[in-house]
């Protein structure tokens, strides 16, 4: 009996723990996926623009570039 009491008492202290973790990665979501977003438009997304943008100019170099 006592076995299996403490079995169920540490089930419920996992349950909570669970719990408790679901509610810090909820709190700290956005803290760490806006930095990675923010990260990731200036390593990929903006380049790509900028490139996709001067594929369509006539250009020697980026200075001279003159779009259609």
């Known amino acids: 009996m006592l ?3 403490a079995g ?3 089930h ?3 349950q909570e ?3 408790g973790m679901e509610k810090t990665l909820k709190r700290y979501f956005v803290i760490f996926t806006v930095p990675t ?3 990731f ?3 990929f997304i903006i380049p790509f623009a900028q490139g996709l943008y001067l594929s369509f100019c006539n250009f020697t170099t980026v200075k001279n570039a003159k779009c259609y």
């Open 3 to 5: 076995i299996r009491m």
């Open 8 to 10: 169920k008492a540490r």
């Open 12 to 14: 419920l202290l996992f």
């Open 17 to 19: 723990g669970v719990a």
């Open 37 to 39: 977003i923010i990260a």
């Open 41 to 43: 438009a200036f390593a």
